[in-house]
Structure formats: structure tokens, C-alpha cells
């Protein structure tokens, strides 16, 4: 993934060379990320890109605490994300709830915002491609066709058995 393809020309433009994350070294020995030197991309940085921490300014001002926050958040987290893997093959809502989880997530760490950033883009261009005339016509005629399809099977059964359900019937 490049600058270019996610809207991040702050982030590509201000990284150092070799760096992979922008988290380079400035001239004067210091990081370039922010006053803590571990990742506050998008605070007063140029892009303004809003990537990066969320904690509070007396959070992010020690570095213990700052760590001890994101443990925290990370914790947290995969608790929701765990629930939510849980919730896929049982009742509930698990996608919803792992998109939660990685929301958590992305107030700490840069990584879940792209990830947030990426579904909500993929998300978007779903729903303009389902929206689409054409897709929606062939999509109800797809289902037309799948509805028919039940029907007849269901008939034949019906027809061939009677309204008895599939466990009750005697060879």
C-alpha cells in the first residue's frame, strides 16, 4: 500500500529516507513523531492526517504512562475482538463487534486507523456498486431465479411426501 492510495501524502512526504513508518530521526537528534518520540502522527504534523494517539496530553506526556495507556487500550481491544470472533459462528452481532474492537484499537495505534480507513473505503465502494441499476437488476433477477428454484424443489418434496417433515418420514 503507498501514499498515493490511501490519502496519505502527509505521511509519505514527511517520512525519512529509509523509514518505513516516517519515524525518523530530525537533524537535531530528536524524533520527528511528536514531544514523546513514539507515534503521535497527525499532532501538529504536516498532512494533519489524524493518524496516531488520542490520549490525553498528560497521558502522552510520560512515556510510562503513555505505554501503560496503549497496553490498556490494546487489553481492551482484543477483548471486544476476541468477543466479536466468538459471536461470528454463535447469535450476536460479530462483525459488528469486531469492527468495535478494531475502533478501540484505532484511538491508539496507527495501524487500526488504516484498517478502519480501508473497510470504511471498501465499504463505500460496495454499497455505490450495489446501488448500481444494472447490479440491482441483475441482483433481483438472481434472486427471482434462486426463489423459483426453492420453490420447485419445495413443490417436488411436497408432492412426492406430503407436508411431512424430513425426520418423521418412514422409508
Known amino acids: 500500500m503507498?501514499?498515493?492510495s490511501d490519502g496519505r501524502k502527509g505521511v509519505a512526504a514527511s517520512s525519512a529516507p529509509g523509514s518505513a513508518t516516517g519515524g525518523g530521526r530530525t537533524g537535531d537528534g530528536r524524533?520527528?513523531?511528536g514531544p514523546t518520540g513514539h507515534g503521535q502522527a497527525g499532532q501538529g504534523q504536516a498532512g494533519g492526517d489524524g493518524l496516531g494517539s488520542r490520549a490525553p496530553a498528560y497521558i502522552r506526556s510520560s512515556r510510562v504512562l503513555h505505554l501503560s495507556w496503549q497496553a490498556g487500550i490494546f487489553v481492551v481491544g482484543l477483548a471486544v475482538v476476541g468477543a466479536g470472533i466468538v459471536m461470528?459462528?454463535?447469535?450476536?452481532?460479530?462483525w459488528l463487534v469486531i469492527f468495535g474492537g478494531m475502533a478501540i484499537w484505532a484511538t491508539e495505534f496507527v495501524w487500526a486507523?488504516?484498517?478502519?480507513?480501508?473497510?470504511?473505503?471498501k465499504v463505500t465502494e460496495a454499497t455505490r456498486r450495489a446501488l448500481d441499476p444494472k447490479v440491482r437488476r441483475r441482483n433481483?433477477?438472481?434472486?427471482?431465479?434462486g426463489l423459483v428454484i426453492i420453490a420447485v424443489l419445495v413443490g417436488i418434496y411436497v408432492w412426492k411426501f406430503g407436508t411431512t417433515m424430513p425426520w418423521k418420514i418412514d422409508q
Open 2 to 4: 503507498n501514499a498515493e
Open 140 to 145: 433481483i433477477v438472481l434472486t427471482t431465479v
Open 31 to 33: 524524533s520527528g513523531d
Open 88 to 94: 461470528l459462528p454463535l447469535p450476536g452481532p460479530g
Open 113 to 121: 486507523q488504516l484498517v478502519l480507513r480501508w473497510t470504511r473505503r
